[in-house]
């Protein structure tokens, strides 16, 4: 059961670079997110998506693309990389949240770690 | 808009005695509240909620929580902690509005050290 696979684990780009954060899950989950963190900051959200074709910004957005086009996947892209986007990324799902039962309930990724140099 | 509060970014705690994490929660509306738990190098895992009912909400590995409406509070607790509790959680609330799905708003941190 692979749950949320996060690629590449570990990504080092020079300022000015572009690339992109895959995301898949195989759990049917129709939300999607994206999730940086950084020492004493916490997990801050860049975006999300309720389904497919449907994406929303979260509280970190600038400089983050995102698109989906499968329930599956929520690839992230950067496309200036910044020193300041050096950080470690998390990609969760979970069910709609509509259901009380599964409100909430985020499966996170092993995260991806990316240094901008 | 929501926030969760962790005042706390270490707690030290010696194996066997009480465990205790605090956060606080500032949201409009009835609270969803969860704590998550993070171990190194690894991604987060789903600890327990409080959505509505018991104030008292159990969840993995022991953890129970404490929902205080009137202190704004949500504090975890572990009655005798083991070394292996020793990671970094983190308290969460979700968005009121239905639209968001799962939207989580994330506190700080709090790195729990539980010593032998």
């Known amino acids: 059961n692979a749950g949320v696979t996060q690629t590449p684990k570990f990504q080092v780009l020079k300022t000015g670079q572009s690339m992109t954060l895959q995301c898949a899950q195989d759990?049917?989950?129709?939300?999607m997110s994206w999730y940086r963190q950084d020492p004493g900051m916490g997990l801050r959200l860049i975006h999300y998506?309720?389904?497919?074709?449907?994406?929303d910004q979260g509280e970190v957005p600038n400089g983050y693309n995102v698109s989906r086009s499968t329930t599956e996947d929520f690839p992230l892209r950067l496309l200036s990389a910044a020193p300041s986007q050096t950080s470690v990324y998390f990609c969760?799902?979970?069910?709609?949240?509509?259901?009380?039962?599964?409100?909430?309930?985020?499966?996170f990724g092993e995260g991806s770690r990316l240094t901008v140099l | 808009a929501q926030s969760v509060a962790q005042p706390e970014d270490q707690v030290n705690v010696a194996e066997g005695n009480p465990l205790t994490v605090k956060c606080t929660y500032s949201?409009?509306?009835?609270?969803?509240l969860f704590w998550y738990v993070q171990y190194p190098n690894r991604g987060l895992q789903f600890l327990l909620k409080?959505?509505?009912?018991?104030?008292l909400v159990k969840g993995s590995y022991g953890f129970e929580a404490e929902f205080n409406k009137s202190q704004t509070s949500f504090h975890l607790k572990k009655p005798s902690a083991l070394v292996s509790d020793s990671a970094l959680y983190f308290c969460?609330?979700?968005?009121?509005?239905?639209?968001?799905?799962?939207?989580?708003?994330f506190g700080g941190g709090t790195r729990v050290l539980v010593k032998p």
């Open positions: 759990m049917n989950h129709e939300y």
């Open positions: 969760a799902s979970s069910y709609s949240g509509l259901a009380l039962t599964k409100a909430g309930e985020l499966f």
């Open positions: 998506s309720v389904g497919a074709g449907i994406t």
């Open positions: 409080y959505i509505t009912g018991d104030n």
């Open positions: 969460a609330v979700r968005d009121t509005f239905k639209a968001a799905g799962n939207k989580l708003t």
């Open positions: 949201v409009s509306g009835n609270p969803y």
